[in-house]
């Protein structure tokens, strides 16, 4: 398993003239993050949540969503292999739209996405091979049932990341990402979806859901995977039985 994805190439190299750069190249300036510390949350717990830094590549990524979401380019969201309207409604209701790579701030993502690929597997050997992403918009009265991202053993989605681009989000506004511990239901962490905030779990061990969100509310979903079978996202949720109150 060598070598970088396909997807990840192809950016237009940038040019280095300082002129050119001043004028038409906007400086995406990649959000940094404590690889050892994520590395190490991921190992002791299975996840991890960061605030990002508010960079250009934040901004362009909110304006996109929301230009998107505006002019209809997200579509309702599936799961699994039900093509039920009815099932899928009560499962999730929030409407994507996959990154193809062509926007700036798409583009920076995926770098961003591609130095935690290195970086993660530099650490913990998970062999992460390629990264596919979304945008998500839950509109008020969204949600997402409690569910895995990964079938166990699969062995397609290892890590999940969710990047939220919401700003003063308000935890009364609802739409948290709820994270169990598999072992005995428990709440893990309940996460608010504040621009700028990153969390990151283990696709195959962490049940998650989110709760209605009371505003729409705004994220890029992403999956490092551990081969590239292409985008096949309705094999990829398993919905789980809602946790005991
Ligand atoms: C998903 C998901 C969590 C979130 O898209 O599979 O669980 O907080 N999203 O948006
Ligand atoms: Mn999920």
Redesign the pocket.
Known sequence: MTGTPEKHNRRAPPVWSPILSLQTHIPAGLPRIDLDALCRALVEQGWAVFALADTAMLTALREEALALWQEDELTRAGIGRADDFDIVREIRRDKTKWFDGASEAQAAYLDFAETLRVGINERLLLGLFAFEAHYAVYEPGGF?RR???SFRGARNRIL?S?LYLNPGWEPADGGLLRLFDERDDSVMADIVPECGTFAVFL?EEIP?E?TAALKARFSI?GWHRCNDLGRAPALQ?RVLPLAAP
């Open positions: 997402y569910h895995l991202d999940s969710v696709s998650h989110v979903a949720a």
